[in-house]
């Protein structure tokens, strides 16, 4: 299993980024995926996640009507849709699989390598 995590920089704060993770070594059908977030100083947070089963989303309420997570099964990819962000949102991204969907990163089965996002004032 491998996942591969791209698209983070640098926005001004109100803009708005797509982040990409290229998934492969799997089928998409057998783990959900979904991204993580860790800020300096902090403890590594769930931001959102697919389900495998039903493809429900989940999102962190900070973030909900402002990131979008979707998937492209055809290209085996996931997204992150983010909009409006704010400085707050700083941090770096990781994506994720698990057995299940996860909001929390113990659970969590594999990891790609991260994608820095940061927003500017």
């Known amino acids: 299993v491998q996942l591969q995590a791209s698209g983070g920089g640098l926005v001004q704060s109100g803009g708005s980024l797509t982040l990409s993770c290229a998934l492969s070594?799997?089928?998409?059908?057998?783990?959900?995926v979904g991204w993580f977030r860790q800020a300096p100083g902090k403890e590594r947070e769930g931001v959102s996640c697919?389900?495998?089963?039903?493809?429900?989303?989940y999102y962190r309420d900070d973030v909900k009507g402002r990131f979008t997570i979707f998937r492209d099964n055809t290209k085996k990819t996931l997204y992150l849709q983010m909009t409006r962000l704010s400085p707050e949102d700083t941090a770096v991204y990781y994506c994720?699989?698990?057995?299940?969907?996860?909001?929390?990163?113990?659970?969590?089965?594999?990891w790609g390598q991260g994608t820095q996002v940061t927003v500017s004032s």
């Open positions: 994720a699989a698990s057995e299940w969907c996860s909001m929390i990163p113990e659970p969590v089965d594999y």
């Open positions: 070594g799997f089928t998409l059908e057998a783990l959900s």
């Open positions: 697919i389900s495998k089963s039903d493809g429900s989303k």
